[in-house]
C-alpha cells in the first residue's frame, strides 16, 4: 500500500525571529522545534512523501540540518525556499531525498513552489 502525500512549507527550524514576526505560540526555538519534530512523526510515517516547500532551516551546520531532517519521518523532498541558502545537493547530503532550487511538477499537473505563482 503507498503512503499518504503531504505538504508543508516555512519550519523555520532555529529561526528565533521568526517567533516573533509570525506569532508563532512556541517558548523559545527548542520548543518549536520539538513540538514541529512531534507532530510531524505522528502524522508522517516511513512510507509517506512529504514535499518541504522552503525554508527548512536557518542552520548552516550540515550537522545540524541533517540531524532535524533525520528526525523527520517520511521521503522528504525539498524545493529551496530563500532562507535555503546552499545547494540541492547539499540538502541531499543532509538526508533529504530529493531538493530542487526550481519549481517541480508533480503528477504532471501540480507545480509547487515557496514562491506564490
Same mark, same amino acid.
Given at each position: 500500500m503507498a503512503g499518504k502525500v503531504f505538504f508543508i512549507a516555512d519550519m523555520h527550524f532555529?529561526?528565533?525571529?521568526?517567533?516573533?514576526f509570525e506569532n508563532r505560540p512556541f517558548t523559545d526555538i527548542k520548543d518549536q522545534?520539538?513540538?514541529l519534530i512531534r507532530n510531524w512523526n505522528e502524522t508522517v510515517t516511513a512510507e509517506d512523501e512529504v514535499y518541504v516547500l522552503g525554508d527548512f532551516s536557518l542552520s548552516d551546520s550540515m550537522e545540524e540540518v541533517s540531524r532535524l531532517c533525520g528526525s523527520l519521518n517520511g521521503k522528504k523532498t525539498l524545493?529551496?525556499?530563500? &532562507?535555503?541558502? &546552499?545547494?540541492?545537493?547539499?540538502?541531499?547530503q543532509c538526508g533529504f531525498d530529493e531538493a530542487s532550487a526550481w519549481p517541480i511538477i508533480i503528477d504532471g499537473f501540480w507545480i509547487l513552489s515557496h514562491e506564490p505563482l
Open positions: 532555529g529561526h528565533e525571529a521568526m517567533l516573533r522545534e520539538n513540538q524545493v529551496l525556499g530563500n &532562507h535555503d541558502t &546552499h545547494s540541492p545537493e547539499w540538502y541531499r
